[in-house]
C-alpha cells in the first residue's frame, strides 16, 4: 500500500512566521501535487513538481521535490491568514493511481 | 468556482438505504474522478472515468458504484448505506489523465444516521 506522510499534522503560529510542511513517502512517484482545501470547498492545486530536485515557487510558497521523488515540502515565508487552510500533498503512482497525503491543518493567527 | 458542480449539497439518509451522487465536469474535460473525504481517513481515491470508461480504480467499497453517461456527467451510487459511509463526497474532472491538473467540485456531504 502507498502511503504518503504528511508532517505536522496540526501547525498553529502567528502571522508573519515561516512554516515549512513535508511530505513523505516510501514509494516513488511519477510526479507530487499540492493542494490547499479551505472549510465547505474542494481542494485547489497549487503546484505540481515532476523531476527529482525540482524547486517551484509561487509567491511565498516554494515547493519541492526530493532527489529520489519519494518525498517533497511545503514551505512558506512570512505566513499570512490567508494561508490558513488543509494543506495536501497527492502523489501520481503508477499513472494510474492519485495517494493523497494524510493532510496538514494550518491556522495563522493575526 | 472550478466549474465543477456536484448535487446535491448535502444529503441525510438512513442506515440500509442507496443514494445517488451527481457530477457534472468543467466544460471540455474528459475525465471525472469521485473522493471520499473522511476525518479518519482523510482523502481517498474512489474511481476514474475517461469518456465514459472506467480508467482507474482506488479504494471503492462493491456497494459503490459508478458511472459517466455520454454527456460526460457522472454519478456515483452507493448503497447498503452504513454509518461509516458518512463524509464528504468530492468529484474531480480533468482534461484527460491522471497527472493532468485536476479541478474539484464544492462536495456532498453525506450523513448516514
Known amino acids: 500500500t502507498q502511503l504518503l506522510e504528511q508532517s505536522p499534522q496540526f501547525l498553529s503560529i502567528q502571522e508573519g512566521e515561516n512554516l515549512t510542511v513535508y511530505c513523505n513517502s516510501s514509494s516513488v512517484f511519477s510526479s507530487l501535487q499540492w493542494y490547499r482545501q479551505e472549510p465547505g470547498e474542494g481542494p485547489v492545486l497549487l503546484v505540481t513538481?515532476?523531476?527529482?530536485?525540482e524547486v517551484k515557487k509561487l509567491k511565498r510558497l516554494t515547493f519541492q521535490f526530493g532527489d529520489a521523488r519519494k518525498d517533497s515540502s511545503l514551505h512558506i515565508t512570512a505566513a499570512q491568514p490567508g494561508d490558513t487552510g488543509l494543506y495536501l500533498c497527492a502523489g501520481v503512482w503508477n499513472t494510474d493511481k492519485l495517494i493523497f497525503g494524510t493532510g496538514t491543518r494550518l491556522q495563522v493567527f493575526p | 468556482d472550478s466549474g465543477v458542480t456536484q448535487t446535491p449539497k448535502h444529503l441525510i439518509t438512513a442506515t440500509g438505504q442507496r443514494v445517488t451522487l451527481r457530477c457534472s465536469p468543467r466544460?471540455?474535460?474528459?475525465?471525472v474522478y469521485w473522493y471520499q473525504q473522511s476525518l479518519d481517513q482523510g482523502l481517498q481515491f474512489l474511481i476514474q472515468y475517461y469518456n465514459g470508461e472506467e480508467r482507474a480504480k482506488g479504494n471503492i467499497l462493491e456497494r459503490f458504484s459508478a458511472q459517466q453517461f455520454p454527456d460526460l456527467h457522472s454519478e456515483l451510487n452507493l448503497s447498503s448505506l452504513e454509518l461509516g459511509d458518512s463524509a464528504l463526497y468530492f468529484c474531480?474532472?480533468?482534461?484527460?489523465?491522471?497527472?493532468?491538473?485536476?479541478?474539484f467540485g464544492p462536495g456532498t456531504r453525506l450523513t448516514v444516521l
Open positions: 513538481v515532476v523531476t527529482g530536485g
Open positions: 474531480a474532472s480533468s482534461v484527460a489523465v491522471l497527472g493532468d491538473t485536476q479541478y
Open positions: 466544460s471540455g474535460d474528459l475525465s
